[in-house]
C-alpha cells in the first residue's frame, strides 16, 4: 500500500499467550503497521524496548512470572531507555477499579479491555497516529529537550486552532512550568479555565501557584479538584507534598490516606504513608501501609529496602503499644526480613542488617533466646569485616539496646562520637541515638521543634502540641526533653478531652519509654518525676 502513512511504523506486542499474540499481530498487520515483533514476557519486553525504538506497545497487564504490564510501564516512563515516549497500550481482561487506576497513574495512552476487535484497536490507534503525526515537530523537540523550540512549535499550533489544540494546551502548560515560566503557565491556565472547568487545566493552575509561593491558593484549587474529581490522584500527590512543607504530617497523612483509598495498588502512595503514618507514630498506618508497599514492590522499580527496614521498626514499635495487634506484623516483618537478601542482593551487609532487624523483631515477638542468637551472628559477621558503614551500626546499638545491653550500645555510640567528630553529616545521623542532638543541623532544628511546640502549648493549641513533638521524635527517639515536652502537651489536651482515653494510654507508654532510658543524675529527671506524680493524681480521678 504505497500511501499507507503507517507502512515505517515498528510495533511491539507483549502478551504471555501465544494465540492472543497472533491475533494482535495479524490486526495491526491489517491496520498498516510495517514491522510487528511480539515476545511472551516482562523480561523480554524490557530487552526488546532497550534494543530498538517502538512506535507503539501493546502490552498485557498479566503476564504471568516476573512483572505485571504496569510494571514494564513504569520502567519505561520512570528510567532512561530508547522507548520512554513510546505510545504505550496497556491491555487487560481486568476491569476492576483498583487495577485501572493503579494503570493510569503511570499514564498510558489507552487502556484496552478484552476482547478485542479489529474496529476497536483500529478506531483506537488511528486517533492516536493522527495527533502523533500531527505534533510529530513537538514530540521531536521535547525528545531532543529543545524546550523553547517547543514551546514555539506549541503555540503556532494553537493559533492555527487546530483539532489538536487540547493535547497542545496541556503540552504547552507543562513545558511552561518545567522551564519556570510561572506567570505565562498560569494566564494559559485561566484562559483554558475562563471556558470549561477541566481537571487538569485546574491542577496546572495549582502547580503554577505553588511555583509562584502562593501555597495557600495551590491548595485551594487542589481542594476544589479533588471535590470535583475524587479520581484526578496527582491532585491529592500535590496536596499531600504542600502540608508536608508547611509540616502539617497529619494533614499530609489525612490526604495520602485519601490516595490510597481511591487507588490502594500504588506502591508509591502506600510508601509515603507508611512513612508519614511513621512519622505521626500511627504505628498501624504505618505498618499496614509498608506491609501493602512490600507486596506491590515484588518486581517493581520502585521496590527498596528501606521500606522493608520501615515495616520492621513499624512492628517493633508497635508491639511496645499493643502485643496482640503487632502479633501479625511481627510474623510477617521476620518473613520480610529473612527474604531481603534474596531480594535486594546477598551481600555481607544486606545478611547483616537481616540479622540485626531479625534480632528486634524477636524481642518484640518476645523470643529473647533466638533474638539473642541472631545478634550475636550479626557480631560475628561485623567483626570479621573491615568496614562497617555507619547505618549498620546504627542498626546494631539499636538491637543491643533491645536485649537491654545498655553497656554494650553506649560503648558503640562513644566511639562513633569520636570518630566521626568532625563530620557534621554523619553525626546528624547519628543523633537518632543520642538523648541530645549533637550537630548544629539537628541542634537547630530540635531547638525549633520545641519553640513552635510551647508555643501552641500556650496557645492551649493542645492538639497541634502533641502533634508537634510526636513527629519530631520520629527523628530523635532518645531525646528526653522532647518526649517529656509531649507529657505536658497530652496532660494540656486530656484536661480538655478527659472522655478520650487514648490520650492517657499514650501518656502512660511515653512515660514508661522515658523511665527506661532517664538516668537518675539527668539534668531533666526532677522535672520527669514531677509529671510522673501529675500523671498518678490524673489516673487516680479517672479510677475514682
Not at 258 to 264: E, I, K, L
Not at 360 to 371: C, K
Not at 390 to 410: H, Q, Y
Request: glycine letters at 4%; hydrophobic letters at 40%; proline letters at 3%.
Amino acid at each position: 500500500m504505497p500511501d499507507n502513512p503507517y507502512a515505517k511504523m515498528q510495533a511491539l506486542i507483549v502478551d504471555d499467550f501465544e494465540s492472543f499474540r497472533i491475533t494482535l499481530s495479524k490486526m495491526l498487520q491489517e491496520f498498516g503497521i510495517g514491522t510487528v515483533d511480539s515476545v511472551s514476557s516482562s523480561n523480554d519486553a524490557l530487552r526488546s524496548c532497550n534494543a530498538k525504538v517502538y512506535d507503539i506497545i501493546l502490552c498485557d497487564q498479566n503476564l504471568g512470572k516476573g512483572k505485571t504490564g504496569q510494571q514494564v510501564l513504569e520502567v519505561l516512563r520512570h528510567r532512561p531507555n530508547l522507548n520512554s515516549d513510546s505510545l504505550f497500550l496497556l491491555v487487560s481482561a481486568e476491569s476492576n477499579k483498583s487495577i485501572i487506576m493503579a494503570a493510569y497513574d503511570y499514564e498510558p495512552d489507552a487502556y484496552l479491555t478484552k476482547p478485542i476487535t479489529g474496529q476497536t484497536l483500529g478506531q483506537r490507534l488511528g486517533r492516536l497516529f493522527k495527533q502523533r503525526i500531527a505534533l510529530a515537530p513537538i514530540y521531536k523537540a521535547l525528545k531532543e529537550k529543545q524546550f523553547t523550540t517547543a514551546v514555539e512549535l506549541c503555540e503556532a499550533e494553537l493559533a492555527a486552532g487546530t483539532r489538536y489544540a487540547g493535547s497542545c494546551q496541556k503540552i504547552l502548560g507543562r513545558l511552561l512550568l518545567d522551564i519556570g515560566e510561572y506567570e505565562k503557565a498560569e494566564s494559559l491556565y485561566r484562559n483554558i479555565l475562563d471556558v470549561r472547568q477541566l481537571d487538569w487545566a485546574m491542577l496546572g493552575m495549582a502547580q503554577a501557584k505553588k511555583s509562584q509561593g502562593d501555597a495557600l491558593s495551590a491548595q485551594q484549587w487542589l481542594e476544589e479538584i479533588i471535590q470535583f474529581n475524587p479520581l484526578c490522584l496527582k491532585a491529592y500527590d500535590l496536596l499531600a507534598n504542600i502540608l508536608a512543607e508547611r509540616a502539617d504530617y497529619q494533614g499530609q497523612q489525612k490526604i495520602l490516606q485519601q490516595a490510597v483509598d481511591v487507588s490502594p495498588l500504588s506502591i508509591l502512595r502506600q510508601q509515603m504513608l507508611g512513612d508519614v503514618g511513621f512519622k505521626n507514630n500511627d504505628l498501624l498506618v504505618a505498618a499496614n501501609a509498608y506491609r501493602k508497599s512490600i507486596k506491590l514492590g515484588e518486581n517493581s522499580c520502585f521496590d527498596n529496602a528501606r521500606f522493608h527496614e520501615g515495616f520492621a521498626h513499624a512492628g517493633v514499635q508497635l508491639a511496645k503499644i499493643d502485643k496482640n495487634l503487632a502479633t501479625p506484623f511481627l510474623r510477617d516483618a521476620l518473613k520480610v526480613i529473612a527474604e531481603m537478601p534474596l531480594r535486594f542482593g546477598k551481600t555481607n551487609s544486606s545478611k547483616m542488617s537481616s540479622l540485626l532487624l531479625e534480632s528486634q523483631l524477636l524481642v518484640a515477638s518476645g523470643e529473647e533466646r533466638r533474638a539473642a542468637d541472631s545478634l550475636v551472628a550479626a557480631q560475628k559477621m561485623i567483626n570479621s569485616e573491615e568496614s562497617i558503614e555507619l547505618e549498620l551500626k546504627i542498626e546494631l546499638v539499636r538491637a543491643l539496646r533491645e536485649l537491654d545491653k545498655k553497656a554494650e550500645s553506649e560503648k558503640i555510640i562513644s566511639e562513633l562520637l569520636e570518630e566521626y567528630a568532625d563530620d557534621e553529616e554523619q553525626l546528624q545521623k547519628i543523633d537518632c541515638l543520642l538523648d541530645e542532638p549533637c550537630s548544629a543541623k539537628n541542634k537547630a532544628i530540635v531547638a525549633q521543634i520545641n519553640k513552635n511546640g510551647i508555643a501552641f502549648y500556650e496557645a492551649k493549641d493542645f492538639t497541634r502540641a502533641v502533634g508537634c513533638f510526636t513527629s519530631a521524635l520520629q527523628d530523635f527517639p532518645q531525646h528526653i526533653g522532647l518526649r517529656l515536652n509531649l507529657v505536658q502537651a497530652l496532660i494540656g489536651q486530656v484536661k480538655q478531652e478527659p472522655e478520650n482515653s487514648q490520650l492517657l494510654t499514650t501518656m502512660q507508654q511515653t512515660m514508661d519509654y522515658i523511665r527506661k532510658i532517664i538516668p537518675d543524675k539527668h539534668v531533666q529527671y526532677r522535672r520527669f518525676r514531677q509529671l510522673e506524680e501529675m500523671l498518678r493524681g490524673i489516673l487516680a480521678k479517672v479510677v475514682n
